[in-house]
């Protein structure tokens, strides 16, 4: 008996596991793979999460096959009951998975379906088994070495040059849809900086690993006012989004890899001052970040992008060090387990308190006047 695909190509897209069978499966695939159908497919794990991972395994036809698919695929989606409140992450992991990473070629898992369904508000994205092909995945809770560093600075500086200061960031250019990660008003982090929200994460255990200088919101909330100062002060270029441990891997060739991108436009520094600061040891750290800055820079140079001075990239990044702090300090352990929202708090504040970022964002003003109430500002 033939199999009923459905005849509009894996629209809608599911909302529970039950609704992945055989038939959604084969409509989404022949989107990049046309003519191949699923014979049989079986769900083997379910990981919940703010994006949850389905492993799903699949007997193809000879014509899928021939395209390369994969028996063990991961999809990703929202499954969750708080999945509709972060449709917005789901769209713009398929997003980039669809439209950013093949042109932009950052090392990341292979893509055989990714679309967004804004009647149901999810987005999905069906992705080879990075397991499967025995990569090393890195873990938030062990700090990385300075050649693994060193490799993945390579790689981030390639991806950032090929977008750096373009103008396909602007309106009708090719990346205008992209977002800043802050705005006037940053609508995800103003509900965390309401003082009683505030003062739930400051009760955190997490907040206990940083410095008592930054447990302030007034103070927080001005930080994050003047990286939206710099930050319009500079070059943009499409950042990956989220390069913190818990979504890279190294290949098994000794590449790194990228998997749960987050694409924004705003200035590289972000991206490898997140990742340099939540990636070490803060030892390490203070052995390494300059030449670790150094070698950033010079490979920009080397991919045709004309990059800061030292000195000034090393004051970029002892601003921006405190959008890493601010990311973990506020994460709820849905997102990330106690832990390792811990080991990042303490690795950011160290890195704020070693390199002067309360003086280096002082000189930024002037900021913006305060807007939450109690002296933070509120959100527009």
């Known amino acids: 008996m033939s199999m009923r695909v459905p005849e509009k190509p894996a629209l809608p897209l599911p909302l529970t596991a039950a609704e992945i069978d055989s038939a959604w499966l084969t409509s989404a695939l022949r989107s990049r793979a046309p003519g191949v159908t699923v014979l049989a497919s079986g769900i083997t794990e379910i990981i919940a999460g703010t994006c949850t991972k389905i492993r799903v395994r699949l007997e193809m036809d000879e014509a899928g096959r021939r395209a390369g698919i994969p028996e063990r695929v991961i999809l990703k989606g929202g499954f969750e009951p708080h999945s509709r409140d972060y449709y917005f992450m789901h769209v713009m992991e398929a997003r980039a998975y669809d439209e950013v990473l093949p042109v932009l ?26 397991r499967a092909r025995g990569v090393r995945f890195c873990d938030p809770l062990v700090p990385q070495t300075r050649p693994q560093v060193t490799r993945r600075l390579t790689e981030l500086a390639r991806f950032h040059a090929r977008t750096w200061n373009s103008a396909e960031l602007g309106p009708g250019g090719r990346w205008h849809w992209l977002k800043e990660p802050l705005t006037r008003g940053y609508s995800y982090f103003s509900r965390f900086l309401q003082p009683e929200v505030w003062k739930r994460h400051v009760a955190a255990p997490q907040a206990a690993a940083a410095s008592v200088y930054f447990h302030d919101p007034a103070w927080m909330s001005d930080a994050l006012e003047r990286l939206v100062v710099l930050a319009a002060r500079l070059p ?6 989220d390069t913190h441990l818990g979504n890279l891997y190294i290949d098994t060739d000794g590449t790194p890899g990228f998997f749960d991108p987050q694409p924004h436009r705003w200035p590289a520094m972000l991206e490898t001052t997140y990742h340099i600061g939540g990636a070490l040891d803060p030892m390490d750290r203070r052995r390494w970040e300059v030449d670790l800055l150094a070698h950033y820079l010079d490979e920009l140079r080397r991919n045709g992008v004309e990059p800061p001075a030292l000195d000034e990239a090393l004051s970029q990044y002892a601003a921006f060090l405190a959008f890493g702090f601010c990311i973990f300090l506020i994460n709820d352990t849905h997102f990330q387990p106690a832990a390792i929202n811990t080991a990042y708090v303490a690795r950011f504040s160290a890195a704020m308190i070693d390199n002067n970022t309360l003086a280096v964002l002082k000189a930024i003003g002037p900021a913006p006047a305060p807007r939450l109430p109690g002296g933070a500002g509120a959100p527009s």
């Open 236 to 241: 943009h270029a499409v950042l990956h989004g």
């Open 105 to 130: 070629k950052l090392p990341s898992p292979a893509c055989y379906f990714a679309a967004t369904d804004d009647e149901r508000q999810q987005g999905i994205v069906i992705l080879e088994d990075l």
